[in-house]
């Protein structure tokens, strides 16, 4: 217990020692902190508690590179990039963190992020410029992003990022069976679905890619490593679609991991879900 305290404690110091902004509501503490990498380049970074939530490079040759857990050779951003091969993209990103995924945005691009937290949206758009430097056209909708997703037509996106299961408490209705058939809804035929599910202590990967299965659609588990000097995260994002072209490119590349078999695992609706067999085994 006292290891425990003594690294939350650090960290909350680490973070006020070179705090930029604090702002507390109903979702958290969220803080902004001015650092540097090893290497000396300066750096901004958004925290909720002590789980950092995004990362932008202070030095404007490098300040529009897509970092932490959205990198080139993420899920995501791989996602982006093969898309940007057949024009413009529509996408829908829930979670908006710095806004690091409006990065990959050109002209003719609609990138819609849906975002609960208002002060996060305070925070993306006047101390990060992901979003404010992006060339697309940037759409914000506030509120919970299922229930958003519910009121509107079917959006024809080309991606939808779901991104909201980082933090220490999981938004299990946005990995239910019913908020599945609401993602793809609003994705085109072709359109990806990809989901982060990098997290210390619970593996979501078998929970999404049974939901994948339930809709009839195939799944591939994305990991990239992290790379420090260019403020990149390791992730995980599943890759859910109907796209052979794309899937067809994943399977060339190096990043496809197994999916673990929980054995007993259940479909998760929004009258059942079961954390506890999502934790990660002990080593």
Same mark, same amino acid.
């Given at each position: 217990?006292?290891?425990?305290?003594?690294?939350?404690?650090?960290?909350?110091?680490?973070?006020?020692?070179?705090?930029?902004?604090?702002?507390?509501?109903?979702?958290?503490?969220?803080?902004?902190?001015?650092?540097?990498?090893?290497?000396?380049?300066?750096?901004?970074?958004?925290?909720?508690?002590?789980?950092?939530?995004?990362?932008?490079?202070?030095?404007?040759?490098?300040?529009?590179?897509?970092?932490?857990?959205?990198?080139?050779?993420?899920?995501?951003?791989?996602?982006?990039?093969?898309?940007? $091969?057949?024009?413009? /993209?529509? !996408?829908?990103?829930?979670?908006?963190?710095?806004?690091? %995924? =409006?990065?990959?945005? #050109?002209?003719?691009?609609?990138?819609?992020?849906?975002?609960?937290?208002?002060?996060?949206?305070?925070?993306?758009?006047?101390?990060?410029?992901?979003?404010?430097?992006?060339?697309?056209?940037?759409?914000?909708?506030?509120?919970?992003?299922?229930?958003?997703?519910?009121?509107?037509?079917?959006?024809?996106?080309?991606?939808?990022?779901?991104?909201?299961?980082?933090?220490?408490?999981?938004?299990?209705?946005?990995?239910?069976?019913?908020?599945?058939?609401?993602?793809?809804?609003?994705? $085109?035929?072709?359109? /990806?679905? !990809?989901?982060?599910?990098?997290?210390?202590?619970?593996? %979501? =990967?078998?929970?999404? #890619?049974?939901?994948?299965?339930?809709?009839?659609?195939?799944?591939?588990?994305?990991?990239?490593?992290?790379?420090?000097?260019?403020?990149?995260?390791?992730?995980?994002?599943?890759?859910?679609?109907?796209?052979?072209?794309?899937?067809?490119?994943?399977?060339?590349?190096?990043?496809?991991?197994?999916?673990?078999?929980?054995?007993?695992?259940?479909?998760?609706?929004?009258?059942?879900?079961?954390?506890?067999?999502?934790?990660?085994?002990?080593?």
């Amino acid at each position: 217990m006292f290891t425990v305290v003594f690294v939350l404690t650090q960290n909350v110091r680490f973070n006020l020692a070179g705090s930029q902004y604090m702002g507390r509501n109903f979702y958290g503490v969220l803080t902004v902190t001015k650092e540097k990498t090893e290497w000396g380049e300066p750096y901004l970074a958004l925290y909720n508690g002590v789980t950092r939530h995004g990362a932008q490079f202070l030095n404007p040759n490098q300040a529009m590179e897509p970092t932490a857990y959205y990198s080139r050779l993420s899920g995501a951003g791989m996602s982006m990039e093969f898309l940007r $091969k057949k024009g413009s /993209i529509k !996408a829908g990103l829930v979670g908006l963190g710095v806004g690091t %995924l =409006a990065s990959y945005g #050109k002209s003719r691009d609609i990138l819609r992020f849906y975002e609960i937290n208002p002060k996060v949206e305070e925070v993306a758009n006047h101390l990060f410029h992901f979003v404010g430097q992006s060339p697309a056209k940037v759409e914000m909708v506030t509120g919970d992003a299922r229930l958003m997703l519910e009121s509107e037509p079917p959006q024809g996106f080309d991606l939808l990022a779901v991104d909201a299961f980082s933090s220490d408490a999981v938004p299990v209705h946005l990995l239910t069976k019913e908020a599945f058939t609401l993602y793809l809804r609003h994705l $085109k035929p072709e359109g /990806i679905l !990809a989901i982060h599910t990098s997290s210390t202590y619970l593996d %979501l =990967a078998p929970i999404v #890619k049974l939901l994948a299965e339930d809709a009839g659609y195939p799944s591939l588990l994305i990991h990239n490593e992290a790379d420090h000097e260019q403020l990149i995260s390791a992730s995980d994002w599943m890759i859910v679609t109907r796209n052979t072209g794309f899937l067809g490119e994943l399977q060339k590349g190096t990043g496809i991991r197994p999916i673990r078999d929980i054995k007993g695992l259940r479909l998760w609706t929004d009258d059942y879900s079961n954390l506890l067999q999502a934790f990660l085994p002990l080593n």
